[in-house]
């Protein structure tokens, strides 16, 4: 087996749209996954599966709802299981996910638009 760089900024540039997550590494049963956000994602949670979301270019927040967690590059919030959420940015920003691989992204909330299709790699 090979273990190679993976280079973030090139994988990001492979793909356009938006609230689609791409699988970028896999390890224990987890995705790392790399998604382009633009508005607002629709609410959901995840009842048995954390979430972590980390910015790497633009700014991104996660909004619940009794609060909101404003991120910038470089910045992480872990989404704890079961907890109703939205994601959003005003502008593109670019995310990394990691959650366990069978984790659907719009989680407890009905198919929808949004439903991206599982195990598209980038």
């Given at each position: 087996?090979?273990?190679?760089?993976?280079?973030?900024?090139?994988?990001?540039?492979?793909?356009?749209?938006?609230?689609?997550?791409?699988?970028?590494?896999?390890?224990?049963?987890?995705?790392?996954?790399l998604?382009?956000?633009?508005?607002?994602?629709?609410?959901?949670?995840?009842?048995?599966?954390?979430?972590?979301?980390?910015?790497?270019?633009?700014?991104?927040?996660?909004?619940?709802?009794?609060?909101?967690?404003e991120?910038?590059?470089?910045?992480?919030?872990?989404?704890?299981?079961?907890?109703?959420?939205?994601?959003?940015?005003?502008?593109?920003?670019?995310?990394?996910?990691?959650?366990?691989?069978?984790?659907?992204?719009?989680?407890?909330?009905?198919?929808?638009?949004?439903?991206?299709?599982?195990?598209?790699?980038?």
């Amino acid at each position: 087996m090979t273990v190679e760089a993976i280079d973030l900024a090139e994988k990001f540039a492979l793909f356009d749209e938006h609230w689609r997550p791409k699988i970028a590494a896999q390890l224990n049963g987890q995705d790392v996954r790399l998604v382009k956000t633009k508005g607002v994602f629709p609410w959901h949670s995840h009842a048995n599966a954390e979430e972590m979301f980390l910015v790497f270019a633009g700014r991104f927040r996660v909004e619940f709802r009794d609060r909101i967690v404003e991120l910038g590059p470089g910045q992480m919030v872990v989404v704890p299981r079961g907890v109703e959420h939205r994601t959003a940015s005003d502008e593109e920003a670019q995310v990394l996910i990691f959650e366990p691989s069978e984790v659907v992204n719009t989680g407890d909330a009905m198919t929808s638009e949004y439903t991206a299709p599982a195990g598209v790699r980038v």
